[in-house]
């Protein structure tokens, strides 16, 4: 990392929580990754974390006092709400069965839930616990209803637990941890060095100059990758249908309209892409010829009633028969027999993944969170519903996997 990286972040303050689990011990390797990284980091412990960490520990390691109880700074009446406001990020390591179902219940009855519920900071949680307790159902219920709600969790690791048992309950690697939080903070450069293609949006097929055939698209989720490869990293190129969104700050945006367009747009850029993510609604099929005037009712019916259709080029599949070195990542939206489906698209399309999703009555489109599947050559993968920001990453580490 690069002094000049460090001196962008070094205003930005990382809220540690810490609860009453024996990996309590590993939150300090996880405060020096961030201070190394140059982020000031102020630790909330629950009253049994203090029991397996020493508070004097923490405030040696951050040279801040260690925040453990609601009415432990008679400066600050409204303490949970003055650490909440700080934070860049807040992540929970780790974080107990207990407290991840308090904070998936907005329960608030010490300072770190109370500090939970009040920072509007991005959240980030690594549980540890017992094998049974972390596949407990209403543990798995719990941890996704904090992801649906834009929470990043970075699940546990399977190893041999502190109870005897072996299987996933481990915290995960600390420096995993690390990486996610800085993510989460705009410095994590996992991506940097690679150039990433993104297509995103509806294409629009004329019809005449006034009417067209296009599709409901938001392209809410290509523009949330771009933001993420960018954040991350990458030189990222956006080719985008029409859409009401703002074009993203860092990337290269090229705008189109048809699907003609957007392939000879794309070109260039895959063939220099490490990554390509083909997230855009493109028209399967166009008009044969568009019309030069309004097509008028009454005088241009004929035309109206029977307007001849061609197929448009399939971006996707086109260019992923040309990959050399990249990663290709498709999408699917279906609305039945969806894995079937993308299982289809998968192979026709030469893709390394489909991302599926169901949009039957709407469920995707211009909304702010969905519901996916993976689709790759080893099966099938669900993930629980997010904010399709936090999709984005989770897309984006797929895209990192494959190219392992």
């Not at 599949?317 to 990249?326: G, S, V």
Request: glycine share 6%; aromatic share 4%; proline share 5%.
């Amino acid at each position: 990392m690069t002094a000049e990286t460090v001196s962008s972040i070094v205003r930005k303050t990382a809220v540690v929580g810490v609860t009453g689990c024996i990996a309590a011990y590993k939150t300090c390797e996880i405060i020096r990754g961030l201070q190394k990284a140059g982020v000031r980091v102020k630790v909330v412990m629950t009253e049994h974390a203090t029991k397996f960490v020493d508070p004097v520990t923490f405030r040696a390691l951050t040279h801040e006092e260690v925040a453990i109880d609601l009415f432990d700074d008679p400066t600050d009446p409204i303490h949970h709400i003055s650490l909440a406001e700080e934070a860049d990020a807040f992540l929970v390591a780790p974080c107990t069965a207990n407290v991840a179902a308090k904070m998936a219940h907005g329960i608030a009855d010490d300072l770190l839930t109370t500090t939970a519920l009040a920072t509007t900071a991005p959240v980030l949680i690594a549980p540890a616990m017992n094998v049974h307790m972390y596949q407990h159902p209403a543990t798995r219920a719990n941890l996704g209803l904090l992801q649906s709600r834009g929470a990043i969790v970075i699940e546990a690791e399977d190893g041999y637990l502190a109870c005897g048992e072996i299987g996933p309950g481990r915290l995960a690697d600390p420096a995993a941890i690390v990486d996610a939080t800085l993510s989460v903070l705009g410095v994590r450069n996992d991506l940097e060095g690679l150039r990433v293609l993104i297509t995103a949006g509806p294409t629009v097929e004329p019809i005449d100059p006034v009417r067209y055939i296009s599709n409901y698209s938001s392209g809410k989720s290509g523009y949330a990758l771009a933001v993420a490869a960018a954040r991350r990293g990458a030189q990222v190129t956006l080719v985008s249908g029409p859409t009401s969104l703002d074009p993203p700050k860092d990337v290269c945006f090229i705008g189109v309209r048809t699907a003609v367009d957007m392939l000879a747009a794309c070109q260039r850029p895959f063939e220099k892409a490490d990554i390509a993510i083909f997230a855009a609604a493109v028209a399967d099929m166009r008009p044969a010829t568009a019309a030069d005037h309004k097509l008028k009712k009454g005088v241009d019916d004929d035309a109206l009633a029977g307007i001849p259709l061609v197929k448009n080029p399939d971006v996707l599949a086109t260019l992923a028969a040309q990959k050399d070195r990249q990663v290709v990542v498709g999408y699917a939206a279906e609305t039945d027999d969806i894995l079937e489906n993308a299982r289809r698209k998968l192979k026709a399309k030469h893709a390394d993944v489909i991302v599926a999703n169901d949009v039957g009555e709407g469920k995707a489109f211009n909304a702010n969170d969905n519901k996916i599947w993976f689709v790759d050559e080893e099966g099938a993968e669900e993930l629980p519903r997010m904010t399709k920001a936090a999709l984005a990453d989770v897309i984006l580490n797929k895209a990192l996997d494959c190219m392992r």
